[in-house]
């Protein structure tokens, strides 16, 4: 038996402490502040030194912005406005350059009847992206699609779109969003003719050239149909050189032949005519379409077994990456007129997507590699032994989870080549950053203005290069397999 | 062995190019527009506006041309080409003709295979600074920190003032001119320096103009001038001659306005065969008979031309200096028309 019984205990408590409240370092705001910001000599004095360089930013620069002036025709006006409104010596902000001359940092010098077109074209850009982005989220794809009809068919009415566009553009944007809340993958058909369509609006002309160009694949297919009877190998051949010998051969005359019957054009628009944002997106959606897939089968090559295959894909990646982008700029631009036939007119600007997509589509490479060789040995020793081919096994089992793995980097390689697209200033093309700021510059009104042009160009880069980056955290997190 | 004979094939083939774009004129009238190299953009002389339209002291030259050689100052394509492509894209034949501020040297006239017509802007290179720094000669900035344009003939004329003044200089390297002012209004360097034409209108845009000064010296001979390819030579003509109908007009008196009643009326046989009233000079070189007067007519003679861009009335404000005729004191001397 225990000496210790109930009796011998002096004191229980038997009701609970009314609660307290908690010490006031050891609380919301205080408590936050103290351990992420002052919890050691080192942080705190980091904080304080973070705290003055804010301060000294904002001291320095806060007046220029509060100074602005939206509706001014000239520097000088702008400047005889602040020092009006804030007195003499005051400095400022003179955001009217960008409010005069907006519509050639977004459209360069496309004719103004015709920013309806572009518009377009950028908003059922969105229509061929939408299953192929969110494939799998209808919620954010209603979203998408929804902003995208309504604000494409605000815009086009606010440039004074034709009706007949409009209803299209309404049919085809409102079609979409209906079609893709029961068949998404239906949508794809839209994806694959965009290209050419996009291509058509943008460039215009006549759109027996684009249909022309489909009639590549059609004939291909029938061709492989016909031969696949007689021999496999013959049927894949034929499948691939006839709609080659039909577009150098035989598109261009029978476009202009069908045109020539039934026209069926509009206006077309030159490629000097294309600067600004309008250019940097061609060019970089036009990059980031065409060097994914290079990108993945330069990636493939290289770890190829065959010799001369592997051998070319390491020289091309070797060499487009030993090369500065510019050097291939001045190459499309300047070396290319020397080497054609004189009088070939070969488009600048396709000249440089292709330059730009070569370029990227080494890198791309080389990040795409970085995730199959992240790829445990084991997964491609079971592809093996569930009896795949090479291409069944690298579709279904491989490229899935090395895609996955290069995600950071695909887009990483994304971004740098859309900020890269303002090198082509080099090549005399008016790129939103430096030359268009440079031709606004020129005239006599904004001769002067600095930093203006910079913030804006630079803010718009911003949001589009932010909007990929958090695109691909949200992928990221969608094909997490590893943690449900 | 293999190289070579790779070497030589596009050796060839560039021959042939070469040969193959000889007949400009032909080219031009097949195409039905002419196609000018400018600047990206330079205050008064070339640059874009609002609505895309190129306004400038060499736009005009291009227009004139166009309307000698098509008849229509609209039909020019305008090609922005940058320091770094400019004369390539003469040379690979983008353009049929640079008209773009740029200098004319001995190596640019004979190792790049340019034809230099003539001069249509004598500028030179001068120095501004802030007037509080109490300087008022080039001589006396030894010691300063100048603002410089890398890669410019700007650079190298620097360097050679100061040698010959016995002066040490602390450059203070820029990539463009907008970039220049900035670099000079932060304080950066005590003296930019750049052509005299740009350092004016980079005055005009200050908010302070009053208080910088562009020092009197004058360092380096800058013939800007319009250029053609090396190889055909009725091409060079027709613009070489375009340009002196231009100067040649201001001389004689022939504007834009009075031009139509001194065809009719002007008894001066020199007037007479610029206007194609009497002989007919237009069709040595392969044109008409009122080429020049359509060149006139598309923006003036050059002094008009001059006035409306760059002259006293602008923003710029350029005196005519040397650029004013040869009568007046200048330089702009137009070879008779006969």
């Known amino acids: 038996m225990s000496d210790t019984h109930a009796q011998t205990v002096p004191f229980v408590r038997d009701t609970m402490l009314p609660p307290a409240e908690p010490p006031i370092k050891e609380a919301g705001a205080m408590r936050w502040l103290r351990e992420n910001l002052f919890s050691g000599p080192v942080n705190t004095i980091l904080t304080i030194l973070g705290i003055l360089i804010v301060w000294f930013l904002v001291s320095h620069f806060w007046d220029w912005f509060a100074h602005s002036v939206w509706n001014a025709a000239s520097l000088s006006e702008c400047r005889q406005i602040i020092a009006e409104t804030w007195g003499e010596g005051a400095r400022g902000a003179c955001w009217a350059v960008i409010r005069e001359r907006w519509n050639q940092y977004v459209y360069g010098f496309y004719p103004p009847a015709l920013y309806w077109r572009p518009t377009m074209a950028f908003g059922l850009l969105f229509v061929a992206l939408a299953p192929v982005l969110f494939s799998e989220a209808p919620g954010i794809r209603r979203i998408v699609l929804g902003l995208t009809t309504v604000l494409t068919l605000w815009l086009m009415v606010a440039l004074g779109a034709p009706a007949a566009w409009l209803v299209f553009a309404a049919i085809v944007l409102v079609g979409a969003l209906a079609i893709s809340e029961r068949h998404v993958s239906w949508l794809l058909v839209f994806s694959v003719l965009y290209p ?8 215009g002309g006549s759109a027996w050239g684009p249909i022309m160009v489909l009639v590549g694949p059609v004939l291909g297919w029938i061709a492989w149909r016909v031969m696949h009877p007689l021999s496999g190998m013959v049927a894949v051949i034929a499948a691939l050189v006839i709609p080659v010998l039909w577009w150098v051969g035989y598109a261009g005359e ?31 959606i036009s990059g980031i379409a065409l060097s994914l897939p290079l990108g993945i089968v330069l990636a493939l090559a290289r770890r190829s077994d065959m010799f001369l295959v592997k051998s070319l894909a390491v020289i091309f990646i ?22 054609l036939p004189p009088g070939t007119n070969f488009d600048i600007i396709l000249r440089v997507i292709i330059m730009v997509t070569l370029f990227a589509a080494a890198y791309m490479a080389e990040v795409i590699r970085g995730g199959l060789a992240a790829l445990p040995k084991g997964q491609y020793e079971a592809a093996d032994a569930l009896g795949l081919d090479y291409w069944k096994a690298q579709r279904l089992i491989v490229l899935p989870q090395a895609l996955k793995i290069s995600i950071p980097g695909i887009v990483s390689t994304f971004i740098g080549m859309f900020k890269d697209t303002t090198l082509v200033t080099f090549v005399g093309l008016y790129d939103p950053l430096k030359s268009m700021s440079d031709a606004v510059r020129a005239s006599t009104s904004w001769k002067g203005i600095y930093w203006e042009p910079y913030i804006f160009v630079g803010f718009i880069f911003f949001l589009i290069c932010f909007a990929m980056s958090r695109y691909s955290m949200y992928l990221e997190r969608r094909l997490a397999r590893d943690h449900r | 062995m293999k190289t070579s004979i790779f070497l030589g094939t596009v050796a060839a083939a560039t021959l042939m190019a070469g040969a193959g774009m000889a007949d400009t004129l032909a080219d031009v009238k097949a195409r039905g527009e002419l196609n000018c190299g400018v600047n990206t953009g330079l205050v008064g002389f070339a640059a874009p506006d609002a609505n895309g339209n190129w306004t400038g002291f060499d736009v005009d030259f291009c227009k004139a041309v166009a309307a000698a050689v098509l008849g229509d100052a609209t ?15 003469l040379s690979s034949g983008e353009v049929d003709l640079l008209a773009r501020n740029s200098t004319w040297t001995f190596s640019r006239d004979t190792d790049l295979k340019l034809d230099f017509i003539g001069v249509n802007y004598y500028d030179g290179q001068g120095f501004m600074v802030r007037k509080d720094l109490g300087v ?12 410089i344009q890398t890669g410019t003939t700007t650079e190298l004329n620097l360097a050679d003032y100061f040698k010959a003044n016995n002066m040490a200089y602390q450059p203070v390297n820029i990539d463009s001119n907008a970039e220049g002012e900035q670099q000079y209004m932060a304080g950066a360097c005590d003296a930019y320096t750049t052509d005299a034409s740009g350092l004016a209108a980079t005055r005009a845009a200050f908010a302070d103009p009053e208080n910088h000064i562009i020092l009197p010296e004058i360092i380096s001979k800058e013939p800007l001038g319009p250029a053609v390819r090396h190889g055909d030579n009725n091409w060079g003509d027709i613009v070489r001659w375009t340009l002196y109908a231009l100067i040649a007009a201001e001389e004689y008196g022939v504007t834009s306005a009075n031009i139509g009643e001194l065809t009719t009326s002007s008894q001066n046989p020199e007037v007479q065969r610029l206007l194609g009233v009497t002989d007919d000079l237009g069709a040595m070189i392969g044109l008409d008979k009122e080429w020049a007067k359509r060149a006139i007519m598309a923006r003036g003679n050059y002094g008009e031309i001059f006035a409306a861009n760059i002259g006293e009335q602008t923003p710029i404000g350029l005196a005519r200096g040397l650029n004013a005729q040869w009568t007046q004191g200048g330089l702009m001397y137009a070879m008779p028309f006969r």
């Open chain 2, 75 to 89: 039909k020019v394509k305008y090609v922005p080409t940058t320091g770094q492509t400019r004369f390539t894209a």
């Open chain 1, 318 to 339: 070797e060499f487009i990456r030993g090369v500065p982008l510019i050097a291939l700029l001045f190459v499309a631009s300047l070396l290319l007129n020397y080497f």
């Open chain 1, 254 to 284: 029978a476009a202009r032949d069908a045109e020539s019957i039934v026209s069926f054009a509009i206006p077309a628009v030159a490629s000097d005519r294309f600067g600004g944002f309008l250019l940097s997106i061609t060019i970089g």
């Open chain 1, 196 to 203: 050419l369509m996009g291509v058509w609006f943008l460039w």
């Open chain 2, 136 to 147: 008022t000669s080039a001589k006396e900035l030894d010691g300063a920190t100048v603002c």
